[in-house]
């Protein structure tokens, strides 16, 4: 890469696991794809995170993320915002919601603070979690000061949020990582 | 670039203003140059915000950053977090306060709702501040819905913040743009 440039790489498996233009037809399918990322992730040493960009309607794949925080050095490098961004880059554009088309998130976790204000500015329509944030605080995780209405900040500006869509299944991703001693990274590092 | 990757280019421009390593001493040489970085983006079609990660004790200059969101198709790639990750994959670390490090991110208007939750996780311990958000959206861009008491969530978690260094030169940039006809960009599309 240049010297005078940001970089983040997707490991070479995210995409063998789920090419873009695949077809996920249903929340639960969409969501399926979020957890194996997160999970096979953390089998690449990596943050027990993924995600997934789609068309709404069609289930159609963008892109994929996976957390690449250590990976990349870079603590933007969560894996909402490396979905969301490789799928601007890929599509051309800044605006997800360009001319109309009507994208989603999907991801492993409810967003952290960083992940939550990055959403606005995407151009995405929907929002769909599977763990909830206090299941990645409970596994050791900062989810910063987050507002209570989170959900609610997000609806307001026609982002619809979804939660809960197989809960458990992502929350043992998080908690599987933390009980084999994966980095609990925290740089922030002042009073919690 | 790998087509599996994101990618943000600084301008070349950028580091031939103000080399990394170069010093500056105090708040306003640091302002200074946030300001100059944001209004020569203007001039090559970019928006009018700039950024620097210096040390804090030294003034000497880590990276800078310009806002790319349309030369990169990114809504992430605010000056702030261009700054701040270009810093870190400078430094080889998603940490800049890794091993006691004091860094700051002096940036020409006060973050938006993104970039004020990417803050948090970067490892800075200041944040000096030109414009405010107010003369953001007086020239119509959208800040987002940030916590009104957000400069007191960052000093809770060990970050310094210090408002309105060289305001009215760092508002007067933004102003500018927004006269000369610039893209007031905003792909949230939603009721605002």
């Known amino acids: 890469m240049p010297d005078s440039a940001v970089h983040i790489d997707l490991p070479g ?3 063998e696991l789920a090419a873009p ?17 997160a999970h096979t992730n953390t089998a690449h040493g990596g943050g027990p995170f993924g995600a997934a960009v789609l068309e709404r309607a069609s289930g159609r794949l963008i892109a994929v993320g996976v957390n690449r925080v250590l990976a990349a050095n870079a603590s933007i490098a969560h894996a909402e915002v490396v979905a969301l961004t490789r799928a601007q880059q890929r ?12 994208c989603e998130l999907v991801t492993s976790a409810e967003p952290c603070v ?3 204000g990055a959403l606005f500015w995407a151009g995405i329509r929907g929002l769909v979690c599977g763990a909830r944030s206090a299941d990645a605080e409970a596994a050791g995780f900062d989810e910063g000061p987050k507002p209570a209405a989170w959900a609610d900040l997000l609806s307001a500006r026609g982002i619809e949020v979804t939660r809960d869509v197989l809960r458990a299944e992502a929350a043992q991703v998080i908690a599987d990582y933390a009980a084999s001693g994966g980095p609990i990274y925290n740089p922030g590092g002042g009073p919690a």
């Open 91 to 102: 599509l051309g554009t800044f605006d997800l919601g360009e001319g109309g088309r009507e």
């Open 13 to 15: 498996w995210a995409e």
């Open 21 to 37: 233009g695949a077809v996920f037809p249903d929340a639960e399918a969409r969501m399926r794809l979020a957890i194996l990322l």
């Open 114 to 116: 960083q992940c939550f």
